[in-house]
C-alpha cells in the first residue's frame, strides 16, 4: 500500500478495540509523535480523524502506530468482476494501478476475470477502486453470488464473442478463398475493391474491441496482445489499403488482416467456453441446493423460497428431496447421501439431533428440520467461498510466468522492429519485411503464459472440492506435494477421536456413586473427548452431579475445583505427582500397556480411583501411514499422552517415530523445531489444541469432523472423517501441479518455437494467427483433463 502525493491528505479511520476515553488519549499520542502527522480520535464514534501535511510519514505510518498501540482497522475484501482483459499483462496493469491507491493487497486473475483487493476501511471506498480499474481502460463490478448471476455473465461473454466470430467469419470466407486460390497460382480472383469491402468491417466493427483495449493498455504506460494484434492487421490492412487507392504494382494482404482477426476471435470464443467448463464445479455445487422448502408454519406446510426461510425455522424434507439449508432434525429417520460434501457416495444414518447440510439428499423417509444455518452460513456457501478464494489466488510457480508477461510484450515488439529492418536490408523487399514482421506480431501471445497456471488451479480446487477436499489457497494445493515429514496427532487423528471408559478402580475411600458424580461434575461443561467420555459413562450410570466449585481448566493437564472445601484434582498420572499425589504405577502401568489413556481422581491430595479410556484406532489409519511411507513421507505421531500409551499405538500402527507428552502449548515449538531442521512439514489435526501448531507447519490439514477453530487454521480441509483423504489430497496436488507445467512447458515452447520462425519469414501470418488462437485453447484443454481425475483407492506397496 504506497501514497506518494505530498500534499495535505485527510483520512477518516474507524478504530477497533478501545474500552475508554483512555484508549483514545494513547492513539492520539501515538500518531501525533509521527512528523507531519495531526490526529483526533474519538471514543465516542470509534474514529481517528487524521491529517497528513507533507511527506515525512505516511499513511502506512498511521496505520502501523495504530496496530503497535494495540488496537486494529476493520479491513474489508472487495471482490470483482472485470472485464476488458485479454491477457496477462492486463491483469497485471490492474493490479499494479490498484497498489499505488492506500490499499492493503491486491490479486487479479486473469483466467476467472476476478480481482480481489483487501483494503483498510476509511483510505478508500470500492468506488474508488472500481474508478481506478475503469480509468485503467477496463470495467468492473461488484461481484454478485448466486449460481444465476454468475451463469448469465458467463452466458452473456460468450453469446457476444460467438455473434463477433460468427460475422467475422461471414465476410472472412471469401478472402481466405482468395488466398487458397493464391496458394494454387491464382490471383486476384476477387477484385481488391471486393476484399477492401469484406476486410474493412472484420477491422474495425468485428476487431473494435482489440483497438479499444490496446488503446487503454496504452494509455496506461503498457502493453498487451492487443496491442500486437492491432499493430499487425493495422499495418497488413493499411499497406494494402495504400496499394488499392494508388493503384501500386504490390500485393495486398486483406486476406491476412481478416483472418487473424477471425482466427483470433475464434481462439477467444474457444477460450470463453473452456473458462466455463473451469469453474463449471463451484457450478455444480451451487445447483445441488433446491430453490424452494417446506416451511412448516402452525401445522400447515407451505412452500417458499429458500431465501425465505430464518434461523430456527421449521421444514420438511420428503424422501428423494435435497436438504435445502443447514439444519438439525427434530424428528424422524433416514439416510442422506453427503457425497456432495464429502466425496462419499455411502449414504449416513441420521436421526434426530444430528445435523444435516444444504443440497445433501435425503433418500428415505420424512424429516422434520430446524433450520441452523442459512444463505451464506451454509456449509456449503462456506464450501463455495473456500473453492473461490482458492480459484482467485496465485500459485509460487505463477510467479515466473509474471515475471516473463511482464516484459513480453515490449520484447517482441523490439523483435518485430528488428525483424522487419534486417529482412529489409538482406532481401531489400519491403512487403517480405512487413509480412514477417506482422508474423512476428500475431504469433506471441502471452495468453497462453498467463492461463498455464491458474486454469489448472481452478479445475484441480475444483475437483477437490467434488471430492470432499477443500484446498483454502493454490499455496496449499502446490505445497502438499512437496511434503516431506507428516505430523499426525494421536487422539481424533489417528484413533476415532471418540473414547470410551475401558477400566475402572476406585479405592475403598468412595463410593462409585460419589466417584462418578464429581468426574461428571468437573467435565461437564468442557467438549474435550476424553471429557465427553467420563460424562456419557456416569450418565449410562444414572448417576447425577455433585456440585463443586471453583472449577479451573489445566489444559493438558486436567481440571482442579473444590468440593465441600476440600481440593479436587481430576486428570493425568503428571499431574497428581506434581501436586504429591501417591499413585499407583504398576495399576497405572498395566492400563497404559493395554493402550489405554488414564485418568486419576485425588480428593485433599488422596487418591480416590483410576479410569482407563481406550480410544480406537481409525480403520484406515495403517493403510495409510503405509502408503504415505511408500511416498517417501516421513510420518511422526505427536501426543499429550504417556511415552507407553504412544509407543503402543505407535506399534500397531508400524510408526518408527513418535513424540509423546506434549502439552497443547509445546506443539508449536515442535513444529518449529522440524522446521528448522529443513524438512517441508505438514501437519493434520482435529482440535483446538492443535490450532496455532496447524498454522505453523507449512501446510496443514484439518478432518472434517475436528473443531472449527482447527478447520479455519488447516490449508486443506478433508471434508471425508478419513484419513485417506491425506493420500489423495497429495496425489491431486501433483497431477495439478503436473498440468501446471505442462502448461508452462508447452507456453515456452510455442512462443520459443513460434517467434523465430516467423521472423525468419518461415511463417505466414495467417498461420502464425491460427497457432496464437489455438495455444490458448490446447492450455485450457490441457487443464480440463483434470476433470478426469477421481480418488483411487491407493497402494501401500
Not at 478472402?175 to 474495425?204: C, D, K, N, S
Not at 467434488?466 to 512437496?482: D, M
Not at 463410593?511 to 460424562?535: D, G, Q, Y
Request: glycine residues 6%; contains cysteine; charged residues 15%.
Amino acid at each position: 500500500m504506497s501514497v506518494h502525493t505530498h500534499q495535505v491528505r485527510h483520512f477518516n479511520l474507524p478504530v477497533h478495540g478501545m474500552s475508554c476515553t483512555a484508549c483514545a488519549v494513547r492513539i492520539e499520542k501515538v500518531l501525533n509523535r509521527l512528523p507531519d502527522v495531526h490526529a483526533e480520535v474519538s471514543f465516542a464514534n470509534e474514529r481517528a480523524q487524521v491529517r497528513l501535511q507533507g511527506s515525512a510519514s505516511s499513511i502506512e505510518d498511521v496505520i502501523q502506530g495504530i496496530q503497535k498501540a494495540g488496537f486494529a482497522l476493520h479491513e474489508n475484501t472487495l471482490e470483482l468482476n472485470i472485464e476488458g482483459m485479454s491477457c496477462t499483462a492486463c491483469s497485471q496493469r490492474i493490479e499494479k494501478v490498484l497498489k499505488r491507491q492506500p490499499i492493503l493487497n491486491a490479486q487479479v486473475n486473469f483466467a476467472t476475470e476476478t480481482a480481489s483487493v483487501r483494503y483498510v476501511e476509511g483510505l478508500i471506498t470500492p468506488q474508488e477502486i472500481i474508478s481506478t480499474i475503469e480509468k485503467a481502460g477496463f470495467s468492473a463490478q461488484q461481484k454478485k453470488t448466486g449460481i444465476d448471476t454468475e451463469s448469465a455473465n458467463r452466458s452473456a461473454q460468450f453469446k457476444q464473442q460467438k455473434w463477433l466470430f460468427l460475422t467475422a467469419a461471414l465476410f472472412t470466407l471469401p478472402l481466405f478463398i482468395e488466398m487458397l486460390a493464391m496458394m494454387l497460382g491464382y490471383h486476384e480472383i476477387i477484385p481488391r475493391g471486393i476484399q477492401w469491402l469484406l476486410a474493412t468491417p472484420v477491422q474495425f466493427w468485428c476487431g473494435r474491441f482489440f483497438y479499444k483495449h490496446a488503446l487503454n493498455a496504452v494509455r496506461g504506460g503498457s502493453a498487451n496482445m492487443d496491442v500486437l494484434v492491432v499493430l499487425g492487421t493495422s499495418a497488413a490492412y493499411l499497406f494494402s489499403s495504400v496499394v488499392l487507392f494508388f493503384n501500386l504494382s504490390e500485393h495486398v494482404y486483406f486476406e491476412a488482416s481478416a483472418s487473424i482477426i477471425t482466427l483470433v476471435l475464434l481462439g477467444k470464443l474457444l477460450e470463453a467456453r473452456a473458462k466455463a467448463k473451469t469453474g463449471a464445479a463451484i457450478e455444480q455445487l451451487l445447483n445441488l441446493q433446491p430453490k424452494q422448502a417446506h416451511q412448516e408454519i402452525n401445522g400447515q406446510i407451505i412452500d417458499v423460497d429458500v431465501d425465505q426461510l430464518a434461523l430456527n425455522d421449521i421444514f420438511i424434507v420428503r424422501a428423494g428431496e435435497s436438504i435445502p439449508v443447514d439444519g438439525i432434525i427434530i424428528e424422524g429417520n433416514s439416510e442422506v447421501n453427503e457425497a456432495m460434501l464429502t466425496g462419499e457416495s455411502m449414504p449416513v444414518s441420521k436421526q434426530p439431533d444430528d445435523s444435516l447440510f444444504a443440497g445433501t439428499v435425503n433418500h428415505h423417509g420424512v424429516l422434520k428440520v430446524r433450520a441452523t444455518g442459512i444463505g451464506q452460513h451454509t456449509m456449503i456457501a462456506r464450501i463455495v467461498h473456500m473453492v473461490e478464494q482458492a480459484q482467485g489466488s496465485k500459485a509460487e510457480i505463477q510467479r515466473l510466468a509474471d515475471q516473463i508477461s511482464s516484459f513480453f510484450v515490449p520484447a517482441v515488439l523490439t523483435i518485430s522492429v528488428l525483424t522487419f529492418g534486417f529482412t529489409w536490408w538482406f532481401t531489400d523487399t519491403f512487403t517480405a519485411s512487413l509480412i514477417s514482421a506482422v508474423a512476428v506480431l500475431v504469433i506471441a501471445c502471452p495468453c497462453a503464459l498467463g492461463l498455464a497456471t491458474p486454469t489448472a488451479i481452478m479445475v484441480g480446487t475444483g475437483r477437490g472440492a467434488q471430492s470432499g477436499i477443500l484446498f483454502r489457497n493454490a499455496q496449499a494445493l502446490e505445497h502438499a506435494q512437496r511434503i516431506t515429514t507428516l505430523v499426525l496427532d494421536k487422539t481424533g487423528t489417528l484413533t476415532q477421536g471418540t473414547p470410551v471408559v475401558a477400566s475402572t478402580t476406585i479405592q475403598a475411600s468412595i463410593t462409585a456413586k460419589v466417584f462418578w458424580s464429581v468426574i461428571s461434575a468437573l467435565e461437564s461443561h468442557s467438549e474435550h473427548p476424553i471429557a465427553r467420555a467420563l460424562v456419557d459413562h456416569a450418565q449410562q450410570l444414572n448417576i447425577e452431579s455433585n456440585p463443586v466449585q471453583n472449577i479451573e481448566i489445566l489444559p493438558g493437564h486436567g481440571i482442579q475445583a473444590e468440593l465441600d472445601s476440600q481440593r479436587v484434582l481430576l486428570g493425568s498420572p503428571r499431574l497428581l505427582a506434581h501436586h504429591d499425589v501417591q499413585l499407583d504405577q504398576a495399576l497405572i502401568e498395566e492400563f497404559e500397556a493395554q493402550g489405554q489413556t488414564v485418568i486419576g481422581l485425588a480428593i485433599n491430595g488422596q487418591i480416590q480411583g483410576y479410569v482407563g479410556l481406550h480410544d480406537s484406532i481409525r480403520p484406515d489409519a495403517k493403510s495409510t501411514i503405509a502408503a504415505l511411507k511408500a511416498r517417501g513421507i516421513d510420518v511422526i505421531m505427536l501426543t499429550g499422552d504417556t511415552a507407553r500409551v504412544a509407543q503402543v499405538v505407535a506399534e500397531q500402527l508400524e510408526i518408527q517415530h513418535y513424540i509423546a507428552g506434549v502439552l497443547p502449548q509445546d506443539k508449536l515449538s515442535e513444529i518449529e523445531r522440524l522446521k528448522q531442521q529443513g524438512k517441508w512439514i505438514a501437519m493434520v489435526g482435529d482440535g483446538i489444541n492443535d490450532a496455532p501448531a496447524l498454522a505453523t507447519a507449512d501446510v496443514a490439514f484439518a478432518i472434517g469432523a475436528g473443531s472449527e477453530i482447527a478447520i479455519e487454521a488447516a490449508d486443506v480441509v478433508l471434508m471425508r472423517n478419513q484419513l485417506s483423504g491425506l493420500i489423495h489430497a497429495i496425489d491431486l496436488s501433483q497431477a495439478t501441479l503436473s498440468k501446471v507445467k505442462q502448461n508452462l512447458f508447452f507456453a515456452f515452447i510455442y512462443n520459443s518455437l513460434g517467434i523465430p520462425l516467423a521472423a525468419l519469414g518461415l511463417l505466414n501470418p495467417v498461420l502464425a494467427g491460427a497457432a496464437m488462437a489455438l495455444s490458448s485453447v490446447s492450455v485450457l484443454s490441457n487443464s480440463l483433463l483434470l476433470r478426469r481425475w477421481k480418488p483411487r483407492p491407493f497402494s501401500s506397496e
